[in-house]
């Protein structure tokens, strides 16, 4: 019998493994010599990895290298795909389908590039190493976070999703580490120096580490400092630092910030953090679940049995398609909205319970659009979140 080795692509179905060699096979074809010239023809590359805030750092790295100057491409990845260059905003075509070598098709597109900023669109540790080695070979590569999202892909817990992000990193390259928590802090740098890399860590002061997207805005000055740039100045980080800053949206029947964007509960946390300071304020969670998003849900049982338990939340309501297997495997009451419940009842039923609500889980789907837009038509003021009322922080400028 001969053993032949597969590469450690974290996979734990059939399904998957044929994903993982289809992927394989149908990329791979579109990165091939002309590329690999084109990407040695760019003075600056630079990977954008980790979990929240990928395309926010990619965007402004796009703008800042373009304002000096530099023959500039950027591609965002995401719901609404798009690249930017020298300023011009384009849509990336897609069939329907996320295929990674429309990274090369758009980087051809913009030829003569000086600087290329590429966001990892990779949602497993195989094809996250293949845009890194394949599609973007990065001088740097900035981390900016590890989170609990894509479990089902990159890991079961946020060491799992560490390792692989860790292991996508192409050996010898300057990764600047966003990630904050010490102990994954450590586990990653072990992990990147075993391949050979060069690690830079992002490092907030103090009184900016509770800001939502610190380790994005402070990462900028890393990632500049890495590719010889100069740092941009401190007005400029603080109006960054200010513009990732929620607000409650204030309606006639009370508070509700829409923080589903956020996805992850880690990120979540932040933001509601952010929102209620050190007052104690009880939050009314409303959480969007999709059934396709198992380990997504997993973690919001978990983290919405931890507000409840410390007392930070006193009922959890919930919609989607996956609301009824949340609900059923909870160790706590929730309400449950069918599809045939409009977002208006939904929002007058938990406003009705006199706390702030905010609204989490996940973003993309027709339930949510229509939430939004009924939150946007109801809003008659906003109230800034309590941390900027903190004696040292920045205000929105």
Known sequence: MTVRWVPDVDVETVAALVEWATTSV???????????RR?????????????????SATRWLHDVFHRRGA??????????PVTLHNGTERAVERDGQVRLYENE?????????????????GIRQYTTRLVNESFVKPDVLFLIN???DHMDTMGRDRTAIARSLA????AGTTVVNGELDPTLRSYLTAELERRDATVRHVDPPAWAAAFPGAEVVYGLNEVLDAVGEPPLPPADVDRKLAAMLPEWRVLSGGRVYDAASANDVQSTEVVRQALV????TVVEPLVNLRADRRGRTASFRRYLGTLLDDGRAERIHAVGDGRQVFANTAEFPVATYGPDTT??????????????????????????????????????????PAITRREQVVHRQ
């Open 26 to 36: 149908a990329n791979a074809l579109g990165a091939g010599p002309a590329h690999r």
């Open 39 to 55: 990407l040695a023809s760019i003075d600056t590359r630079i990977a954008v990895s980790g979990v929240r805030g990928k395309s």
């Open 71 to 80: 023959d500039t491409f950027a591609k965002i990845t995401g719901d609404e």
């Open 105 to 121: 098709r758009e980087l051809r597109r913009a030829a003569g590039a000086d600087v290329a900023i590429v966001e990892n669109q």
């Open 146 to 148: 590890v989170r609990e």
């Open 167 to 170: 292991r996508s990193v192409p």
């Open 277 to 280: 300071g050190e007052t104690g």
């Open 343 to 384: 977002p208006a009842t939904v929002l007058d039923e938990t406003l009705a319970a006199g706390n702030p609500v905010l609204v989490m889980g996940n973003t993309v789907t027709e339930f949510m659009r229509d939430l939004q837009a009924e939150i946007e038509t109801r809003t008659v003021d906003r109230e800034p």
